[in-house]
């Protein structure tokens, strides 16, 4: 709940600005991932994948980009509203076995 | 939320005491996970499921054991409770290899 956005790297953005997150992920054998986006108080909800065959997926208000070389994902919301405050982590998911490994995540705090 | 039920939702019991919590999903996927997450470390997978009596561990299962008797039920167990396992755990759900992970409302646990 409330100790979630502890000690998280926080983004403070104004409303109606863009809000770019980044996570960087270790395992180079890792070809699925997932945005998920965790409100106070609940578990996380996904928000939009990306498998390692792509470069950038667009959703509602969000796109993923992947850079394969360097091992970086990002998630980009536009216009960003009140409602998006929360807590962003990325998760990675290797080959072949189905396991999701989180990074640590992003508090997005946004401002009326 | 996906159809996941995680229980008990919220409890406290002593140090040295057994502990189980219980996920039941009614969506017939075949992977179900057990997460923990504490302040500063995000999400840390314990252990996992691909199948009825197929287990394997994550990166935090001392301490934990586990059991899929049934494709809707997982359970995990703490066989004798510690500080160190206060926590808030996450039960996820996905269908197959490289689809999303659904999460359940998570449990707090306290041990004292």
């Known amino acids: 709940g409330e100790s979630v956005g502890l000690h998280l790297p926080t983004l403070s953005v104004q409303e109606g600005d863009n809000s770019i997150i980044n996570c960087a992920y270790s395992n180079s054998a890792s070809d699925y991932f997932i945005w998920y986006k965790q409100e106070s108080g609940k578990g996380p909800q996904f928000i939009i994948d990306i498998r390692s065959n792509m470069d950038k997926r667009q959703g509602q208000r969000v796109t993923v980009l992947l850079n394969k070389t360097v091992k970086h994902l990002s998630l980009q919301i536009a216009a960003t509203q009140p409602g998006d405050s929360a807590v962003y982590f990325c998760?990675?998911?290797?080959?072949?076995?189905?396991?999701?490994?989180f990074g640590s995540g992003t508090k997005l705090n946004v401002k009326p | 939320d996906a159809g996941i039920t995680q229980s008990p939702r919220h409890k406290v019991t002593e140090t040295g005491t057994p502990v189980t919590l219980r996920c039941h999903q009614t969506e017939n996927h075949r992977y179900m996970y057990w997460y923990r997450q504490d302040p500063g470390h995000g999400l840390r997978l314990i252990h996992y499921?691909?199948?009825?009596?197929?287990?394997d561990k994550g990166e935090v299962s001392d301490g934990y054991s586990v059991s899929r008797s049934k494709t809707e039920d997982f359970l995990l167990t703490l066989e004798s409770a510690t500080s160190s396992q206060t926590s808030v755990y996450f039960c996820?759900?996905?269908?197959?290899?490289?689809?999303?992970?659904?999460f359940g409302q998570g449990t707090r646990l306290t041990v004292v």
């Open positions: 996820a759900i996905s269908a197959q290899i490289n689809t999303e992970a659904f």
């Open positions: 998760a990675e998911n290797e080959r072949n076995f189905n396991k999701f490994y």
């Open positions: 499921s691909y199948g009825v009596k197929d287990t």
